[in-house]
Structure formats: structure tokens, C-alpha cells
């Protein structure tokens, strides 16, 4: 039994749906998931399937052209198809916080998670142990003002020598450069510890003690060039009072972080997620 | 053009989407909405469209004849064909509480409902300077032990008089007979003030105190002879502490009745929900 | 049975709980509430007080006064005393949206707010029908760019002729004049349809649209000269997904304002709310 | 600095406060938090100070005998008296899952807790593993029905070898006897994976998937004789829909479970929770 996932975004017209179903049929699969969606503002058409093929002569690669011959052409689709048999490979970006980390290893390790782990980076030694606990390679890149480049140069290696497919900033800590993000376009899942877009950049949660905000918050998104505005995949928020220091909101925002990251990182691993005009489609 | 909604459940087994949207395609149609749904527990298959038809000589009649002879009989379908023309009909119930009579008609007035209200019954007369500010005609059926039987009748000769498609019970506070409950099969839709199945039956409010619960709910569910036991729409909560009386309980819990109720009536109105084995797929 | 609510702020420092706790004790009073607070940061001691004095002689006046003469200035306190037999008195200002104007004389009609609303005044002659059904007094005063000083001014004699205590802008879509906010400080209540500080100014569903959160907002706050950016009472949420269209979100957004502004005129009122430092202390 | 926390309940009557408050102040104790609550229907005064001293002869056994002295007989108070500088005692008893145990534990190691753990109980070898990570010392009880009795004199005599203050159920799966209850009344905190009352007893989730509930929640009590009635110290939620599986409400259950048991914990180390009639009072 094979099993595909399909993800189209094309601009909208008619028959779209019946042509992709109509298409999976002939090729003698099975739709067991369709979601669609269009963006009425901008005439966009998306859809996600989940298509099984009981045939032993079924390939992927011969399905993906069959499907760029008869349907991508026509209709001018952007599309993505998956086997359910690669999981996607993902690269941990660590610093100094533990939490994020402890959280996505402990999911890992009890199979919550659809993805592999290849290594885990980080700018200093400080989490080395918890990396070995869970035994992921662990990189030591540090990074200084002055070494950036070269640094970004040795993650670019491990990233291609591994064929990673995307990249977790788990508190990460530090920016990452245009040149990073440009060869992993939505490929790199940043958690800011702010209801974006409040509170841009650094220590959101002091800004949010001083502003006397009722609510906190988290957001999971993708990294683009412009600090903290990219695509949103996930926020969560949390009730605050007058009775809450700093560290009361830092430590309420680590539950928050966690769960954020790692449910965009689920959405993401599960091919859930398709962005556009710098905003997420979420087929949940 | 034309707009119809199409909701369907049978076994699951392959083709059914691509029988589906194919089958529509060839009527003309092109599918605005598609989700579906697979209960692999109980193996059935759920599915939602929404199509439009251009053509001027497209009747939903002989679609859903057409539809009926290509498809229901191959798969043994459950299903239900609605036109957008038509707005379902809806019947209130009412007491003496008006919050949720308020609440719903403060909506209706503002267009955010999808129906019509041809007519409001109440066992008082309390709620009926209400109904006249709001313009609805109000009938009022007194309901005593003896007399329970004949206004049952009563109620159901309006119902049938004005062709009414469901009955939303916003706090009427009597427990409805089989014999309505058997006309309007998961078309009585009632609001409970707690999250069931915790506290059944009377004075939740009360056993929520009592107990010390520091949650509080309100549950929107289809009318079954089992009391509080029917298919359930929405549920939504509200975090309560120690410093809560009953009385706060009741007034914070009347946001949440509010709420639920409306959102409950909603999906149904928009033809969102589908019950099966005593259970709801909403598809929203 | 008299009773008095007491806020105090000062300075931090020893004692001060003591000292007002034995003070109310020799004047005769039962303290049947107290909430404190400090803030570390600012070093700043809050308190909530509520008494009950059984004596016929007692005069909330002369409690005052010994309250003045023994506490206040040793401990250079600022201090407000009210007695529980005066209902506070709160100017509705309106404009065309009448969901949270609804929403607010609905909860006062079923006695769940503890103020009194001697006017309603509006820039527009639309939901005068509104205030005429729950019979309370409608002024229209027109605001044009010329007219908005004489409006003002009408505005501040109707307020002060009826000895307001509070006004709560209630989707007023008017920019308040300093003029008014200086008689008025921190006694004028606005809600703001997002989660402040992000999408401050007109249009925030819009915003929040473009920037495809996944969360959108309501804040209560009061009205400073800055725009949006006045001490924040009372916010809450509700999730969104990419399938909601502006449209949604304006009505998921009605739903979170009235429960955000009603809540917000409810601390207000029960005098359980404190200022300073553009930040509040809620004492709920 | 000597800090002190005081829990006071006791039948409420006039002066309570003012008596407490002066009795501090006149040993010299600077009040720093004061909480407090009535219970109308029962007419049951609770109260919790937090006092801080500065002079170098105080002492905790002397203050504690000077407070029965003089205010414990007048006023008939139960009360507990607790010195910042001990940090409570807490056992950890587990069995097979691993998530509040990881989530409880990484809260330890990173400082969040305010609390020491002498041991990890299990009634099985699964999670030595992490206990030893975390460096923690790890006994092995097995329980089956003919050991139950042995089983439970062990854990007694580590219990009070290590003079354990109160003990953690995270995720224990077994029933505890009446002989630990009555030992540790109130003290024994169990996780409960559904927001009781609804759903007691084994499998809730699989109950709450039969149901059709969209909701799901977690709840943290103190045990009792009776399965899953004790005192409700904390509860929370997460909506859910049709689409989850057993296997989802499972996963989305466990993290409810780690935040609502960790922030019992935290609010019974913190001294925050008085227990009376079945119920809590929260001062948090």
C-alpha cells in the first residue's frame, strides 16, 4: 500500500476539484483525505489530498509526472507531493533555554513525532547533555560577530550533507542571515514569545510587563528577511494579572513556547501547512 | 446561479469523493466546498459540498432525482440536498430567562443568522414584550402536569402549520415528549447549562459548586429521549474559582449559554452538522 | 448596616496593613474584604478594603475624615472611600454599532450591573430606537469636524449636569478630545477591537486579516491623550483560522467586545480596579 | 530576614482580620500578603498572610506558640504556620508514562519548583532511566494483588524515613488504600486525565470519544477513599473535534496533564491551597 499526500495552490477556476479527484481515480487511487480552500481577496485556489494506491507497480516518481503532464500545465499549479514513506528530516537550532528542547526530544522519543532528528546545533555547550541523553549528534558552532559567516557557512554543510528538509529554531537566539533563509524559503519554524504582531524583537515579555497587558502570548512562524513578521503558523496566549513579575510571565510563557513550536512543528512534519502572500493555510 | 449544499454518509469504500465530484462536474457544477470525514472506528464516510450552477435551466429537483438514480443507490447513501435559497425555518422555545432570547435575536436582527423565525412559544407570558420589540409573533402555551399533553398538540400544530425545520429550546426549561422528539428527529436543539456529561439534569450550577469544580460549561446538543444524553453540538467552558457563588456561576454561565447556543444554531442553520451513533461531525 | 469600599496606594512599607486593618477595627468597622498588592519594581503598595459598620451613628463622611486625619498623611496615601449605597453613574456614548450597546442594557435591565445610566449620546440618530425601548434618556449630538468643540462642550454639560462618574465608549468611533480626558481621567472606558499593543488605530480585523494571525483580540482600556495606548483592563481572544474572512473575524470580534467591555464595566464599577503607571491593578 | 506563611480557616465572626493583622505587627512582623475568603453558605473565614522579620531573636517555634496563645483558642482557628526556609518534601510515584514525570522533572532541574524530591516510587523498572538522569534516587515497589499490602508498608516506611511532606500520583495508575490516605490526608496530589465530574474512573478518554464531547480536559485533586471525588485543585481543557482519534485525545490529554499536575504542585508547595468540605480555596 502506498500513500501520497498532494498539495496544490493554483489561482481559481472551475472544475479544478472534480479534475484533481477525477486524475487520482484514473490512476487507481483512492482519496481518503480532501481539504480545499480559496482566498476570496485573491482569487487563490489550495487544496490538500491524501491519496492511497494498492497497485504493486505504483511509483511515486512516475505518479508526480503523470500529474505535472495532465494537471499542473492547465490549471499553472504550484504542488508539492509526498510519500507517507519519507519522513521529513529536521534540524534542531538550540542556544541556552532547555524547554523547547526537553519538549520536542520528549515527543520524539515517544514517537508523537513524524520526522527525524539528524543533529542538533548550537552556539554553546550548555545543552550538549540533554543532546546526548536523547543520543542526537550535537554541533558546537559558536558564534561571534566576527565568525557569523563562516559559522552560517558550517551549518550550510551539515544541513546539505544531511539533506535536511527544515530547520527549528528552539530559542535559537540569534538572527539568522538572508543567505540561510533564502536556500530554506518556509523552511525554518522560529517561536517568538509574543502574540505577534505585538511586541516585536527582544525581551517581548518585559515590553509586555511594562505595556500592563492582561494576556501573553506565542507565536510559531516562518523565518523571512524582515525580523519577526513572517508567515504565522500557530499562536496560543495565556491570562496574566497585575500579580505576575517578569519572571512570572517568562515562566508561564515556556508552557506556552512549547506547545506553539511543537504544534507547528507537527503541522509542518504532517505537510499540513501551505503559505502564500505571507500567511499559512493550516488543513488541521 | 444556484447554490447547493450536499451532505452524505454511507459505508466507507474506494471512489466515493472522485464518484462524487465527478458525477457534478458532469451536471454542470462546480464545487465551491469540499471536506470529508472517515469514522475509522465505524467505517463510515461523511462528506460536504457546496456547488454552483450557472446554467438558467438548472433545478435542484432534478438534480437531487439525478443525483438519487447515478449514486445514493451504488453506495447506500444517507443524504441531504439543500438550495441556498432556502432558509431552514426555525421555532423558539423560551421560559422565563431572556438572555438567550436576547442573545439570539439581537443576532437575527443583525443578519448574522442564516434562517427565519416564524414564531416564538412560551409556557409564560414573562418573555412576551421581547418577542413584540423584536416584532416575532409570540404564542403563549401554559404547560401543567395535565395539560402537557394538549399543548404538546398545540405546539405541534404550529410547527407543522409553518413548516418548521428545526426547534431551538433557549432555556424553556420543560423536558419534551417522544412524541415531538420523534417528528423532529436531531432537529430540537437544546442548551445545557453545564459541560455534559458532568451534571445532568437540574440545578448544574449548584452540583458545579457544590463540587468545587473550577471549570464551568455549557453543552449544545440535539434533543434525545435520553435526558441530556443527545449528540452534541458545542461545548464551551469558562475558568471559575473559590470566590465564585452560585449566583456568579449562574451570571458567568449565562455567557457561555449564550454563546454556545448561537453557535450551535448557527452550524445547524448552515447545514454544518451531521449526527451519527449519537455523536456530531461538524463541519465548520 | 453600612459599608464602605477602600482604595489605597502608596509607597511600600512596613506596617501599612496593620495599620489600616487596626484603624478600621477602632472605628468599629468588620472588614469583610482585603486584597493587596505591591509592585517590586516600582516599589508601590496597593490595597482593597471592604468594612461594615453596624452602629447607627456611622457617617461614611466622618470615616473619611478620621480616615484623612490618622492615615493618609503619615503614610502619604493616595485614597478613594465609597460607600456602597451610591450606585455609580455611567454615560453610554454610541454610534452606529449597537451589538455591545445591546449587550450592556440587556445585563443592566436583569440587574447585573451595580451602576446606574442616566443617558445615552450618540453622533448619530440610528440606534435611538434602541435606548427608547429599554426607556432611557437619548441625546444626539452631531459630530462634524467643525462642530466637534461645540459637540464637546454639549457633551461635558450633560455630563456634568448629571454628575457622571464614568463614561464608557461603547464602539463610539469618535476620537475623545483632551479636554474631556482631563476632566475624566482614567474614568473614561473605551473598547478596542484587538489585542493592544498590537493593531492599534482604525481597521484592526483588517490588520489582523492581512497579517494572517491565528488569534484576534478585544481590550478594554482607559482612554489617554495617546491613542489606544491607555492603561488595559480587561482583553480576551478567540481563535482563527485562514478559513474566516474579514467578515468573520468582525463577527467573531462583536462576540469577544461585549464580553471584554461588559466585564471591563463591571471591575470598573465595583471600584476594583487601580491606576498607576499607565498600568492597572485589578483586584477582582 | 525571616519570612513567614500563615493559613488561617476557622467559623467567620467579626475582627478576624484586624485581630491576625495586629497580632503580627505587635511581634514585630511586616505583613508583605494578604489574602482572604468567606464562605457565605457555609460561613466558614479563611485567610493566608505572608509576614517577613527582620529581628535577629525571632524564631518560627516561638512565634507559632505565641499565635495558639493568643488568637488559635479565641477564635477556635485551624491553622499551619510554615518558615520559607523549608522547602517541602514531595514523592514522586509513577508507573509507565513518562510525560508528567519529564515535564515535572525539567521544571525541578531548571528551579521552578519550590520543593525537594528525596525519591522516585515506581511499580515498574520502565523509567529508572530517567530518574537516574535526573539523578534522583528510584524504588522499585512492584504491586500486584497479593503484594498490594507489602507493597504500600515499603512505600510507608520510605514515606517516613525521608519525612516526605505530600506525594505526587503522576500518572501512577494504581489505586492507593485508605491506610496512605489517612496518613497523608490532603497531601496526596493524583492527575486525572478528563475535567471530573465527568468521566471518572479508567479509559476517560475512550469515554469522552464514545460521548462525543468537544471538549477534553485534565484535573488535579487530593485523593480520597472515593475514586476521583477529592478536592479539585486545578483543571483545564482543550477543544477537540470529530476528526481526533482515541490516539489524538490521548495525545492532546497528555499536555493538559503536565501543565494542570504541575501548577498543583506548585500551588500546594507554595502553601496556596486550603482544603475544606470537599473543596479548595486557591490563593494564587
Given at each position: 500500500m502506498n500513500k501520497i499526500t498532494i498539495l496544490i495552490h493554483c489561482k481559481d477556476r472551475s472544475n479544478i476539484i472534480a479534475s484533481v479527484t477525477n486524475f487520482i481515480a484514473k490512476e487507481g487511487g483512492n482519496i481518503v483525505y480532501v481539504d480545499q480552500h480559496v482566498d476570496r481577496e485573491q482569487n487563490i485556489f489550495f487544496m490538500r489530498l491524501e491519496s492511497e494506491f494498492t497497485?504493486?507497480?505504483?511509483s511515486t516518481d512516475d505518479f508526480k509526472e503523470s500529474f505535472k503532464n495532465t494537471l499542473v500545465n492547465g490549471f499553472d499549479m504550484k504542488w508539492r507531493i509526498y510519500s507517507s514513506e519519507v519522513k521529513p528530516k529536521m534540524a534542531l537550532f538550540i542556544s541556552k533555554y532547555d524547554h523547547c528542547l526537553y519538549d520536542l526530544l520528549g515527543r520524539y522519543n515517544s514517537g508523537e513525532l513524524n520526522l527525524e532528528i539528524p543533529f542538533i546545533v548550537s552556539n554553546?555547550?550548555?545543552?550538549k547533555p540533554i543532546a546526548d541523553n536523547f543520543k542526537i549528534p550535537f554541533h558546537h558552532i559558536p558564534v561571534t560577530k566576527d565568525t557569523k559567516n563562516d559559522a552560517e557557512n558550517k551549518q550550510l554543510e551539515l544541513l546539505e550533507a544531511h539533506r535536511i528538509d527544515f530547520i527549528v529554531?528552539?530559542?535559537?537566539m540569534q538572527i539568522v542571515s538572508g543567505k540561510l533563509i533564502s536556500k530554506y524559503p518556509n523552511k525554518i519554524i522560529n517561536i517568538h514569545h509574543?502574540?505577534?504582531?505585538?511586541?516585536?524583537?527582544?525581551k517581548p515579555y518585559h515590553s509586555a510587563y511594562k505595556r500592563g497587558v492582561k494576556i501573553i502570548g506565542a507565536t510559531s512562524h516562518y523565518v523571512t528577511?524582515?525580523?519577526?513578521?513572517?508567515?504565522?503558523?500557530e499562536q496560543d496566549v495565556a491570562h496574566v494579572s497585575h500579580t505576575h513579575s517578569i519572571q512570572d510571565l517568562i515562566a508561564k510563557g515556556r508552557d506556552l513556547e512549547k506547545i506553539v513550536l511543537s504544534n507547528a512543528v507537527k503541522l509542518h512534519a504532517n505537510r499540513k501547512v501551505m503559505v502564500y502572500n505571507n500567511k499559512t493555510v493550516i488543513f488541521s
Open positions: 497497485k504493486d507497480s505504483f554553546h555547550l550548555d545543552l529554531l528552539a530559542r535559537y509574543s502574540f505577534l504582531p505585538a511586541f516585536v524583537g527582544a528577511e524582515e525580523l519577526d513578521a513572517g508567515p504565522i503558523i
